[in-house]
């Protein structure tokens, strides 16, 4: 147990504070780490696929374009995975102009960001927002493994995939008890407000889906939002205390492991 590190993604979820004096750890911390110990010694892997994580992963080249277009400069998916004695992670990106290398190694950089894509208009925050504790736990952990000075999450609103909007359609359908589609004017009527929830630039849309049957004539939309209204960004800046107390909530957790 003495091998446990801490996914930068997961930081968030053993910083949680215990309600119990006597205890160190919180509950949400020991959730987490027996299952990490279960994955490890039972040799299982968790199967968590939401419509939520499947938008995320498929449109993540969406949002890396919508960012770079925003900052006027090529942003590419980092594939280096960064590793150090308490922390592991996959940054999304990695700002190229203040990266300091070693013949190949990297030795730093200066900021990166991590991208998150939202499920519908509902769930994009607002700037007056506040960013997530457990993505700031996140930045912190990136800012940790490549020495940046800073680290910013950004919410990008960008289209559904098409299989997604067609998955909403057929759950409407369903609880509708809609099986004729194509004469139903209660369907026809759901079904638009589902793509109007779910398309935010039409013809970058249509250009990825040549041919998609729309329930809207395309006369008839005006929905698309300004590109520059589908981005909000909180940025992490370094705190080498909350560095510290992740080393030091690490050990704690190697420690507890080594109870189960």
């Known amino acids: 147990m003495d091998t446990f590190k801490i996914r930068a993604s997961a930081i968030g979820l053993i910083m949680t504070e215990s309600r119990s004096k006597s205890e160190v750890l919180g509950e949400t911390c020991k959730s987490y780490l027996k ?21 995320g992963i498929e449109e993540e080249e969406s949002a890396i374009d919508l960012l770079s277009l925003e900052h006027g400069k090529a942003y590419f998916k980092n594939t280096r995975r960064f ?28 900021k990166g960001y991590d991208t998150k894509c939202s499920y519908t ?38 289209n559904s995939p098409s299989h997604i909007i067609d998955d909403e359609k057929r ?16 369907y026809k009527y759901e079904a638009k407000i589902i793509e109007k929830n779910h398309i935010y630039d039409l013809e970058l849309f ?13 006369n008839d939309w005006t929905f698309d939002i300004p590109r520059n209204e589908r981005l909000v960004k909180f940025t992490t800046y370094r705190s080498e205390e909350k560095i510290k107390a992740i080393y030091k909530r690490v050990e704690e957790c190697r420690n507890w492991l080594k109870t189960l």
């Open 35 to 55: 299952l990490w110990h279960r994955e490890r010694t039972w040799n299982r892997e968790k199967e968590i696929e939401t419509k939520y994580m499947t938008k």
């Open 83 to 110: 590793e150090n004695e308490y922390i592991t992670g996959n940054p999304d990106l990695i700002d190229k102009s203040g990266i300091i290398m070693d013949g190949e190694n990297f030795v730093s950089c200066k």
């Open 121 to 158: 208009w509902e769930s994009f925050p607002f700037k007056s927002n506040k960013l997530d504790p457990k993505y700031d736990w996140q930045n912190t952990g990136y800012i940790d493994l490549t020495g940046a000075d800073e680290w910013t999450t950004a919410y990008c609103l960008v």
């Open 171 to 186: 759950r409407m359908a369903w609880r509708i008890n809609c099986l004729d589609t194509e004469h139903s004017e209660q």
């Open 206 to 218: 249509l250009k990825e889906n040549p041919g998609y049957d729309l329930i809207w004539d395309l």
